[in-house]
């Protein structure tokens, strides 16, 4: 008599305490196969499962923190968690706190499951170790991209870099804001009036470095008195952005140029078919706090 090979299907449901020694073995496991580039092999090597389990039991347990988990065979083979937010300054009300597969289920759909299982198809926040190419990308298929946001932190004894991804109705817009304002510090772009003219908004004024008000006509004829040989389109990071209403989104980044460093500030207006710059602002950074 030939016997059926077993089912592979994932299955996803909410996680009971019963479940707290499976979702660390998963945990300490993921990380080791996750994190090979960013962790010490020492490091990785030291993590215990034992420790992991109490705590597992009390997350689980709690009120605060929604846990599930995917088998496959009845065997935990990933773990998902969340919550309602747990920055001061949070861009929505639900974060994904966590999420890992073990690598031999990798495109089964487990982390698919439990993202949606986890956080639905809504608004939601997280944070995620910088340079962790595959786990981006599979946050960018969900919609999710990094507002800005970043900090350094400690993870199992070791210093790491974490970035701050975000998925709502306004990711769009902060998208379009940005490829605007990066145009604006186009040579070509600036130079060319009618197009400068189409990027601000009617009612747009800008404060200099040297505190000089700026209105709209001034700034569209200095930008296209510029020489094609006076600027080199600088370099720009740390950028952030803040939805302050459904119409106008602030946003601030940090300016280099082989001379100086500046950050600047720059309010869009988002309630038309394209966005419109409103006001800004640029700050040069003295050199002894230019990092």
């Known amino acids: 008599m030939t016997m059926s090979p077993p089912s592979r299907a994932v299955r996803v449901r909410p996680a009971s305490v019963d479940d707290a020694r499976g979702i660390a073995a998963v945990h300490v496991q993921a990380w080791r196969e996750a994190y090979v580039r960013q962790l010490p092999a020492t490091v990785l090597a030291g993590l215990r499962v034992e420790p992991r389990i109490e705590r597992w039991a009390s997350i689980i347990e709690d009120d605060v923190t929604d846990v599930f988990v995917a088998e496959v065979d009845g065997r935990i083979v990933g773990w998902a968690t969340a919550g309602d937010g747990r920055d001061d300054d949070r861009p929505t009300s639900r ?135 006076s600027r080199v389109t600088p370099q720009t990071d740390e950028w952030q952005f803040r939805q302050l209403s459904p119409e106008l989104v602030l946003v601030t980044y940090r300016l280099t140029t082989p001379s100086r460093i500046s950050r600047h500030s720059s309010l869009w207006d988002v309630g038309g078919t394209a966005p419109r710059l409103r006001f800004h602002q640029g700050t040069v950074v003295p050199p002894a706090s230019a990092q």
């Open 95 to 229: 974060e994904l706190e966590g999420i890992y597969v073990l690598a031999a289920h990798h495109g089964t759909g487990a982390g698919q499951l439990l993202l949606d299982a986890a956080i639905g198809a809504g608004d939601a926040y997280l944070w995620m170790m910088d340079d962790n190419p595959r786990a981006e990308a599979f946050y960018l298929r969900n919609g999710f991209v990094r507002d800005g946001l970043e900090r350094d932190q400690v993870m199992a004894g070791h210093p790491i870099h974490i970035v701050r991804l975000v998925r709502h109705a306004a990711v769009p817009q902060w998208v379009a804001v940005k490829d605007a304002e990066t145009a604006l510090l186009d040579a070509d772009v600036r130079r060319d009036a009618e197009t400068v003219d189409d990027l601000l908004h009617p009612a747009f004024v800008e404060i200099g470095r040297s505190g000089t008000l700026w209105t709209r006509e001034q700034v569209v004829g200095a930008l296209a008195a510029e020489s094609a040989d």
